[in-house]
T-cell receptor, first 113, second 114 residues
Framework: GQNIDQPTEMTATEGAIVQINCTYQ??????LFWYQQHAGEAPTFLSYNVLDGLEEKGRFSSFLSRSKGYSYLLLKELQMKDSASYLCAVRSFLSNSGYALNFGKGTSLLVTP | DSGVTQTPKHLITATGQRVTLRCSPR?????VYWYQQSLDQGLQFLIQ???????AKGNILERFSAQQFPDLHSELNLSSLELGDSALYFC?????????????FGPGTRLTVT
């Protein structure tokens, strides 16, 4: 089964750095994704990690430790438009039938002036 | 705009009824995924199709079914609707169904069951 945990809410100040953590337990791990979702809108892809280490993409970075079942999303130089829900998603291999992408419940980030 | 289209945007129906949600993937994408998002459960994976065939199944109820047609569009059928089925239903597509293969989400269909 899947168990994906991330904080429910976080608040940070414009211009600051924030780290959103995600822990997971799964079998057949095949990659970890981070998505951003503004209220009432579709999720949009931010990052993907399948090997241990840090992936950097502009103001966003994502880290993965497979042995610890742990990932984080780092957002730098926060902007007001970064206020959104951030979803951690784990892709797992389903025997004989492909892959499933299972999402955590999301972390609602509020960026304040 | 992700390139994934979903119709209708909103749907209001009564308990016990049946509805069909439609999804057209991005041009060239072979894989289609369906998700349900409710306030208390978050985004739940329902089912995946790849090039017309079912590839993976998540927490999809027996009252729900889906298919992917030769032109690669997909439909999600929800029957014997219950109040608890009220949710936002997203379709996503990807090119291969594995590897990095990021999923692109459509705008969703908001289903309200009364």
């Amino acid at each position: 089964g899947q168990n994906i945990d991330q904080p429910t809410e976080m608040t940070a100040t414009e211009g600051a750095i924030v780290q959103i953590n995600c822990t997971y337990q799964t079998s057949g791990f095949n990659g970890l994704f981070w998505y951003q979702q503004h209220a009432g809108e579709a999720p949009t892809f931010l990052s993907y990690n399948v090997l241990d280490g840090l992936e950097e993409k502009g103001r966003f970075s994502s880290f993965l430790s497979r042995s610890k079942g742990y990932s984080y999303l780092l957002l730098k130089e926060l902007q007001m438009k970064d206020s959104a829900s951030y979803l951690c998603a784990v892709r797992s291999f389903l025997s004989n039938s492909g892959y499933a992408l299972n999402f955590g419940k999301g972390t609602s980030l509020l960026v304040t002036p | 705009d992700s390139g994934v289209t979903q119709t209708p945007k909103h749907l209001i129906t009564a308990t016990g009824q049946r509805v069909t949600l439609r999804c057209s993937p991005r041009s060239g994408d072979l894989s289609v995924y369906w998700y349900q998002q409710s306030l208390d459960q978050g985004l739940q994976f329902l089912i995946q199709y790849y090039n017309g065939e079912e590839r993976a199944k998540g927490n999809i109820l027996e009252r729900f079914s889906a298919q992917q047609f030769p032109d690669l569009h997909s439909e999600l059928n929800l029957s014997s609707l219950e109040l608890g089925d009220s949710a936002l239903y997203f379709c996503a597509s990807s090119s291969r169904g594995q590897g990095v293969d990021e999923q692109y989400f459509g705008p969703g269909t908001r289903l309200t069951v009364t």
